[in-house]
């Protein structure tokens, strides 16, 4: 079984920007969960989507958006970068929704806001 | 603020050696999960525990899981290089899941 993608593994971007990242599950798995990890903060929960709905949010300002599409695949939207979103960004996805099941990680994706 | 607390956030020690991480909490979660994360690549998770006391082993790793299920221990018995990385503890409820800080473990050969 395939693991859990992210595009880009890499990204730099300007202060401003926006920035869209993409995450496809593993096969089957209907939840997507995102989390933001910088070495201050650690790993904080973004966002979870299953079945396409928002479950549930992290505290995280408006500017940081998702979605999710009917195969399951998910993507992230940060718009107005800041400096302080500079972070590693990992997606889980999981068989079932919520923070009790098993979930698969990520090889996450790196932006870099310059 | 972590909701849950990991200590040490650093640890060396020599190959062969024993370790213990900490993980403690003033919520009671569902359960509590334990993740490796090595360099570039995302959590791993090791394993779930659910019952109050409950105390798991994998090889030469023991996870135990406090009374009250607010706290958590994670053991490595004669550690090897191969144990180098990121321990991170997370607590789940229905909605998502919690981790704290993280310890990083260095075991030198």
């Known amino acids: 079984k395939a693991g859990v993608t992210q595009t880009p593994r890499y990204l730099i971007k300007t202060r401003g920007q926006q920035v869209t990242l993409s995450c496809s599950p593993i096969?089957?798995?209907?939840?997507v969960s995102w989390y933001q990890q910088t070495p201050g903060q650690g790993l904080q929960f973004l966002f979870e989507?299953?079945?396409?709905?928002?479950?549930n949010k992290g505290n995280f300002p408006g500017r940081f958006s998702g979605r999710q599409f009917s195969n399951s695949r998910s993507e992230m939207n940060v718009s107005t970068l800041e400096l302080g979103d500079s972070a590693l960004y990992l997606c889980?996805?999981?068989?079932?929704?919520?923070?009790?099941?098993?979930?698969?990680f990520g090889p996450g994706t790196r932006l870099t806001v310059t | 603020t972590q909701l849950l607390e990991q200590s040490p956030q650093f640890l060396s020690i020599q190959e062969g050696e024993n370790l213990t991480v900490y993980c403690n909490s003033s919520?009671?979660?569902?359960?509590l999960q334990w993740y490796r994360q090595e360099p570039g690549e995302g959590p791993v998770l090791l394993v779930t525990?659910?019952?109050?006391?409950e105390v798991k082993k994998l090889k030469r790793l023991t996870f135990q899981f406090g009374d009250a299920r607010k706290d958590s221990s994670l053991h490595i018995t004669a550690a090897q290089p191969g144990d180098t990385g990121l321990y991170l503890c997370?607590?789940?409820?229905?909605?998502?899941?919690?981790f704290g800080a993280g310890t990083t473990v260095t075991v030198r050969a």
């Open positions: 889980a996805s999981s068989s079932r929704p919520g923070g009790s099941y098993e979930q698969y």
């Open positions: 096969s089957g798995h209907r939840s």
């Open positions: 989507y299953f079945s396409e709905t928002q479950r």
């Open positions: 919520s009671v979660f569902s359960s």
């Open positions: 525990v659910v019952t109050g006391g």
């Open positions: 997370a607590g789940a409820n229905d909605y998502k899941l919690s």
